[in-house]
Every structure is written in C-alpha cells, then in structure tokens.
C-alpha cells in the first residue's frame, strides 16, 4: 500500500500533462520532482531500516497532499480558462480519482481500517471508466471530422466541375458567334476586334 501511495503521482502526472499538451510546465516539474524525491527517499529511509513507512506517513501524505493540491489546480485553472472541454470526461475522471485519493489518505492516517485501498481502487476505476469514455468521444470527433474533410472535397469537386460547364458553354458560345462575324463582316475595324478576341 505506501509503495502504491509513492508510486502512483507518476503515470498520472505524466497523463495530465500529455492530455493538457504541457500548460504549466513548470508546475508540472515541480510536481514530478516532489514526487520522485518522495518515492525515493522514503523506500529508501525504509529499506535501510532508519524510518520505516508506518512513521513516515504524516510526511508521505502531506507531500502526496500537495501534489494533489497542484492536480487540483491545474484542473481547476483549466475549466476557468476553458481548456477543460478538450478531455472533459477525463477531467471528470481525474476529480473522481483525487476524491478517492483524499479518502484512501484519510483512511490511512486516521481511522484504523482494514479496507483502507478500497477508496483508491474505486477511484482508479472511476478515472479508468472516465478515460474509456473520453477516448471514445474523441475517435468519434476524429470520425466526424474526416467526414466533413470528405465532404467539403466532394463539395469543392463539384462546384469546379460546375464552373467549368459554366464558363465553357458561354465562351464556347463567344467564340462561334466570333467566329461568324470574321466570316461575314466586311468592316476592317470591326474585323481587327473580332481577330482580338480570337486571339
């Protein structure tokens, strides 16, 4: 369970930051750094037998608590600033999954349960079931954009073919009726526009 709590901030951090297209990289660092000096330092306070996890975990959660508090943030500044619609359902996901984070810490800290990964289980399968949806709903905007890509091409084809008929059959006609009066006119000024406009 602590090695779970150290590690898991990886692979969500670095999917936020992928699905947030790196706003606040430097936030984002930070967060990682945090992360990573916390997954270190303390397995290897525990390993070598100087503060095992059981007495570190006031410690381990608060860091755990600021890195929550950083997600947090970053969620909450991206749905002032509207960039939260791009992967809503995941934003959705990732709020389940802090919740239940705070939960698990909770339970951890303060009550003496023995079922105190359930919160954090409940809360990767909201984030998993969120993410699903999200995926989904971004093939279908891929689908649906292609589609009209296609249809704008057929559309473009088809006004060009039209406007070629259309500008062909009256030049066409242009230059028969030219043609009729270069041979039937007798006027040499007359003569000199009509060889113009063949020309």
């Given at each position: 369970?602590?090695?779970l709590?150290?590690?898991i ?8 930051d ?10 984002m660092?930070f ?40 997600v ?8 002032i ?5 791009e ?100 006027d ?8 113009t406009i063949r020309?």
């Amino acid at each position: 369970n602590y090695m779970l709590c150290l590690m898991i901030p990886f692979g969500f951090l670095f999917y936020l930051d992928s699905i947030r297209h790196g706003r606040d990289k430097k936030l984002m660092v930070f967060l990682m750094l945090l992360s990573s000096a916390n997954a270190i330092i303390f397995t290897l306070l525990h390993f070598l037998e100087i503060l095992p996890f059981s007495k570190a975990l006031v410690i381990i959660d608060s860091i755990l608590g600021i890195v929550i508090a950083g997600v947090i943030y970053m969620l909450i500044k991206d749905i002032i600033q509207g960039y939260s619609r791009e992967y809503k359902y995941t934003a959705i996901g990732f709020y389940g999954f802090v919740i239940s984070c705070i939960a698990e810490i909770i339970a951890i800290v303060f009550l003496e349960s023995k079922n105190d990964s359930i919160p954090m289980l409940v809360g990767l399968a909201i984030l998993l079931v969120f993410v699903l949806v999200q995926q989904i709903d971004d093939l279908k905007k891929i689908s649906d954009e292609k589609q009209e890509a296609i249809d704008l091409s057929d559309a473009k084809t088809r006004f060009l073919a039209n406007m070629s008929h259309e500008i062909r059959t009256p030049i066409n006609s242009i230059l028969g009726m030219n043609e009729m009066i270069l041979r039937e006119n007798k006027d040499e000024v007359i003569e000199e526009y009509a060889k113009t406009i063949r020309r």
